[in-house]
């Protein structure tokens, strides 16, 4: 069982700038893929950025050039630093992990970018 927990979220300004970490816990034989996905109010989860254990990324369009993740395997740890924060940046960001086959998530932590 691998347990994920987030820190890092905040009331921010736009334009403003946050670090989101996560770290991972447990039994864990290895990680594969880890990122961050989030909620907004309203609606459905939706990636933000995801990175394999070969740094391959895939970012969501809305995120590009702005968000940037980083991962340290030895750590088991998966972070995300938000430049240039907008108010559609809002929601719950939510860490993500896949280990044999197997989906794990965070409990959220609180993202709110206000004008």
């Known amino acids: 069982q691998v347990q994920l927990v987030e820190s890092g979220g905040a009331l921010v300004q736009a334009g403003g700038s946050l670090r989101l970490s996560c770290a991972a816990s447990?039994?864990?034989?290895?990680?594969?893929?880890m990122g961050w996905y989030r909620q907004a109010p309203g609606n459905q989860r939706e990636l933000v950025v995801i990175?394999?254990?070969?740094?391959?990324?895939n970012y969501a369009g809305s995120v590009k050039g702005r968000f940037t993740i980083s991962r340290d395997n030895g750590k088991n740890t998966v972070d995300l630093q938000m430049n240039n924060l907008k108010v559609e940046d809002t929601g719950v960001y939510y860490c993500?992990?896949?280990?044999?086959?197997?989906?794990?998530w965070g409990q959220g932590t609180q993202v709110t970018v206000s004008s």
């Open positions: 993500y992990a896949m280990s044999l086959g197997h989906e794990y």
């Open positions: 990175m394999n254990s070969a740094s391959n990324t």
């Open positions: 447990g039994t864990i034989f290895r990680l594969g893929v």
